[in-house]
C-alpha cells in the first residue's frame, strides 16, 4: 500500500469519525432541547398553577372583605332603625307621661280611672283588709270612688266588700316640669295588704311603664289604657 493509499484510508477515517461526532453530537443536542423545552414546560405550568391559586385567594380575601363590608353596613342599619324605633317609643312615653299629668283636671273621668285602678288591685290582692296610699291632691277623688270600688269588687269576686284604710302617708306629688328632679307620681293608687307584705302598685305611671315594656298597640291612647280593666287586663298587668 503506498503512501497515496494511506492517505485516502487515514481521510475516509477521518470523515466517518467527524460524521459519527456530528451526529452524536446532533442526538445530544436535540435530546438537550427536548428535555429543556419538557422543563420550561412544566415551570410554566408551575407558574400558572402558582398564579391561578394566588388569584383564588386574593379572590377569597376580596369576597370576604365584601361580606364583612356588608355585614357592617347591615349591622349599622339595624342599629339605626333600633334606635329611630327607641327614640320613637321614648318620644310616645315621655307624650302619654305628659298626658297623664293632666289625666286628674278632668275630675269625672279621674274618678272613674281611680276607681277602676281600685277594683283592679282588690282582685289582685285579694285581702280582706287593705291599706290603700294615694297622693294628698287625690284623697278626695279616692274617698269618693271608694264605696263604689268596693261594691264592685265584692260582685266581682263575689265575696265580702274589704275595709280599706287610706294610709297616712302619701304618694309624691306631679313632676313639676319636664326637668323635674325626684320622685314624682301622675296620679292612681297603690294598695297593700294591712301586715305590708302584699303591694300592688296601680299608679299610672306604673301602668305606662308596663303598657310600654309589653309594647301594647294602645300606647298612643292612653285614657282607654286605664278605664278598660278585663280580669284577663289584671293578669297581664301583674305579672
Not at 119 to 142: T, Y
Not at 203 to 229: C, G, H, W
Request: charged share 35%; net charge neutral; aromatic share 6%.
Amino acid at each position: 500500500m503506498n503512501d497515496g493509499d494511506v492517505s485516502k484510508q487515514i481521510q475516509q477515517m477521518v470523515r466517518f469519525i467527524r460524521q459519527e461526532a456530528e451526529e452524536k453530537a446532533n442526538e445530544i443536542s436535540v435530546s438537550a432541547e427536548e428535555e429543556f423545552n419538557i422543563e420550561k414546560l412544566q415551570l410554566v405550568e408551575a407558574e400558572k398553577k402558582r398564579i391561578k391559586q394566588e388569584y383564588e385567594r386574593k379572590g377569597k380575601q376580596v369576597e370576604v372583605r365584601k361580606k364583612i363590608e356588608y355585614s357592617m353596613q347591615l349591622n349599622a342599619s339595624r342599629l339605626k332603625v333600633l334606635q329611630a324605633q327607641d327614640d320613637l317609643v321614648n318620644g310616645m312615653k315621655e307624650a302619654a307621661a305628659k298626658a297623664l299629668v293632666n289625666l286628674s283636671d278632668d275630675k269625672k273621668a279621674y274618678r272613674k280611672v281611680i276607681q277602676g285602678l281600685i277594683v283592679q288591685a282588690l282582685l289582685r290582692l285579694k285581702e280582706p283588709a287593705i291599706l290603700l296610699r294615694c297622693r294628698e291632691m287625690d284623697r278626695k277623688v279616692v274617698e269618693s270612688a271608694l264605696e263604689d270600688s268596693k261594691r264592685e269588687y265584692a260582685e266581682k269576686a263575689k265575696v265580702a266588700a274589704p275595709t280599706i284604710t287610706i294610709d297616712k302617708v302619701y304618694l309624691p306629688p306631679p313632676p313639676s316640669g319636664p326637668n323635674h328632679i325626684g320622685p314624682s307620681c301622675s296620679g292612681g293608687v297603690v294598695l297593700a295588704s294591712q301586715d305590708g307584705k302584699i303591694v300592688c302598685e296601680n299608679t299610672l305611671d306604673q301602668r305606662l311603664e308596663v303598657a310600654f315594656r309589653q309594647k301594647l298597640p294602645e300606647n298612643n291612647s292612653y285614657v282607654p289604657l286605664f278605664v278598660s280593666f278585663s280580669e284577663k287586663e289584671e293578669a297581664d298587668v301583674f305579672t
